[in-house]
């Protein structure tokens, strides 16, 4: 397919897709609304604020025409120029009272700009950790990136300007009618149907530009998704030669961006058509109407001030209101609708609502805590396979160590158990079940918790750090929940630590701790875990001997099922059975018996053995 040809091909299909979003429009404001108003109701005092600072706008627009009236008819055609010039000097002090007002419009502005940004920032992390959780392969998630960082922003902004457009409006618009209406009530019949009939015309345009603006939104992640997902694989793709297939994945959603751009423009151009249309027609009225109203008696001072507030007051307001409308409103619309998707509650396992660290969820007895069935794994098509046709049971309460080589497959195992990798050959299953759920599924699998070597400690409180995979609290309350944190502390003799950094409410700065304190902390989530399987994958490599001995002791005391990746041979000579991978075949035994058994592991030990232990 040629160039042209895609762009052609890629046009017609946005075309199609932007006719049919325009029918989603009600169903987005549906989705979007009943948070915008959750939102407001929230903020009814900043609300309040903005909109007393805005009622002293409407003081000086209502002087700046009603002033040059007076200053006309009571002052200067009427040969008394010092009550024209006062007049003038009440229209200036109006000018300044209304700067006055719009700096306090700004600072209450920050006050609901603000909470909206931060809020869709905790939405789309949220949003970003769901899908993770839900298909841990796809964890990389570029679109991600996009809501956190531009799209947020994009929301920032585009509400921004749009409380300020639509609130100068307002209250531009109360002010000039009032001050027409004080001046002569058929001005406001002589401008109001022009004006009205320019912002019907211009309404109709925003629900296929929003269509489009949506199309555009969606195509932009897709294409970051794509160019992520090449990114990821760009040496081998040019070493394989796959340049023209890398292509022709991306070459379609550029020419689509392309042609959705093209739209946007077309669209923003005939919104421009009516606003330069629409917008004049109150001033031609006005104009036209000027010999019949100056014959009924209207003053030539009253149809002054009555052009003042249409051309110094309302186009000016109309203009910004049409404009933000037509770009910030409907890119605000679509970029909200993309956060307003439902957030998935994390499930919680009946028996796991009012479970404590002593009785976490247990498999049936008969049924196997995890299982690997004639499972192959490799990296890569053509790739040596780092598991071949492996077979293992682990029951249920065991403790088992997993030993071999730097780059043997130790953390693949893991991967393949936490099921953030799927086997090529063979079935992994946990508790039973296949390990690895359904990208469908949501919130985290409280089958079995994952440690890696990288500790997760976040900025927080200490309590917060030791409870994140504990589930909601238990029926004991906070009271009963601080004794389970307090002996978890207790058991990996985190005592000194806890009070090294302030308390249990203190507040955690992860740089400020060494990487052994944060496999610590890591550690005792762990613990308080209601999961039955953990899966340590060198996650106690920083601790030295005996606080890694401490803390692999009350793991496996803990009821369920430890897999832990040794790198010292007392974690090994500890576990119940240890599992040898050496490349070729893997061997699982005790630590008494392995050595007759497998030269790789005789070897392991030799080494450890003959070396410092840790």
């Known amino acids: 397919m040629t160039g042209t040809q895609t762009r052609t091909a890629a046009g017609a299909g946005a075309g199609a897709r932007a006719g049919a979003g325009a029918g989603k429009e009600t169903e987005a404001w549906r989705r979007v609304a009943p948070e915008a108003r959750r939102f407001l109701r929230g903020r009814k005092s900043a609300l309040a604020r903005l909109g007393a600072w805005s009622l002293l706008e409407s003081a000086h627009t209502f002087l700046g025409g009603y002033a040059v009236a007076r200053a006309l008819d009571d002052g200067f055609l009427a040969g008394r120029t010092a009550t024209g010039l006062a007049w003038l000097a009440a229209a200036a002090a109006g000018a300044l009272l209304g700067g006055i007002a719009l700096r306090g419009v700004f600072a209450g502005l920050a006050d609901l700009v603000e909470p909206l940004r931060d809020g869709l920032v905790r939405r789309a992390v949220r949003q970003a950790l769901d899908r993770a959780v839900g298909d841990p392969a796809r964890a990389p998630d570029a679109g991600a990136v ?9 929301a920032r902004d585009s509400f ?21 209406a004080a001046l002569a009530p058929v001005l406001l019949l002589t ?27 969606d195509t932009d992640e897709a294409l970051a998704d794509r160019l992520g997902e090449l990114g990821g ?11 023209p297939a890398a292509q022709a ?18 669209w923003a151009a005939l919104r421009t058509l009516a ?3 629409a917008g004049r027609l109150p001033v031609i009225a006005l104009l036209a109407a000027a ?5 009924h008696g209207i003053t030539a001072g009253t149809l002054a001030g009555g052009l003042t507030y249409v051309v110094q007051a309302l186009l000016p307001a109309l203009n910004s209101l049409m404009t933000a409308l037509g770009s910030a409103g409907t890119r605000l619309l679509v970029v909200l609708e993309r956060f307003c998707a439902p957030l998935h509650p994390l499930p919680v396992a009946p028996a796991a609502r009012a479970q404590q660290v002593s009785d976490p969820v247990r498999p049936a007895a008969a049924v196997a805590a995890a299982e690997l069935r004639g499972v192959t794994f490799a990296y890569g098509r053509g790739a040596a396979p780092v598991l071949d046709a492996l077979d293992l049971v682990v029951r249920p309460g065991e403790h088992l160590a997993v030993v071999g080589p730097s780059g043997i497959g130790k953390s693949t195992l893991t991967a393949l158990l936490a099921g953030m990798l799927a086997p090529d050959a063979g079935t992994v299953l946990v508790a039973g079940e296949a390990a690895r759920r359904s990208p469908d599924a949501g919130g985290p699998d409280l089958r079995r918790t994952l440690l890696p070597q990288q500790a997760y400690v976040f900025t927080g409180t200490v309590r917060e750090n030791l409870t994140h995979l504990s589930g909601p609290p238990d029926q004991g309350g906070a009271r009963t929940g601080d004794a389970r944190v307090r002996h978890a502390v207790s058991a990996l003799g985190l005592d000194a630590l806890v009070e090294r950094l302030g308390g249990l409410d203190a507040q955690v700065r992860p740089g400020l701790l060494s990487r052994g304190e944060g496999q610590q902390l890591a550690l005792a989530a762990a613990y308080l875990s209601p999961a ?12 030295d001997p005996r606080t890694e001995e401490r803390a692999e002791r009350a793991l496996a005391a803990r009821p369920g099922t430890l897999v832990v990746v040794a790198h010292r041979v007392s974690s090994a000579a500890r576990a119940d059975r240890v599992l040898v991978l050496d490349g070729t075949r893997a061997v699982c035994g005790t630590h008494a018996d392995l050595p007759a058994r497998s030269p790789l592991y005789r070897d392991l030990v030799g080494k450890w053995n003959g070396t410092t232990d840790g």
């Open 249 to 266: 994945r991306v070459e379609p959603l550029i020419a689509a961006q392309e042609q959705l751009a093209r739209r946007l423009a077309h």
């Open 146 to 154: 996009s809501r956190l960082t531009q799209q947020t922003e994009m």
């Open 191 to 217: 401008v109001l149907p022009p004006l009205l009939l320019g912002v019907a015309v211009f309404l109709a345009t925003l629900r296929p530009m929003a269509a489009v603006q949506r199309r555009s939104l």
């Open 275 to 277: 606003l330069g249309t």
């Open 160 to 180: 921004a300007g749009l409380v300020l457009t639509v609130r100068s409006f307002v209250f531009t618009a109360v002010g000039a009618f009032a001050g027409m």
């Open 233 to 243: 694989g760009l040496r081998d793709i040019v070493a394989c030669g796959g340049q």
């Open 291 to 295: 010999p019949w109203l100056l014959a």
């Open 532 to 543: 039955p399987l953990l899966l340590l994958d060198e996650a106690t490599c920083h601790l």
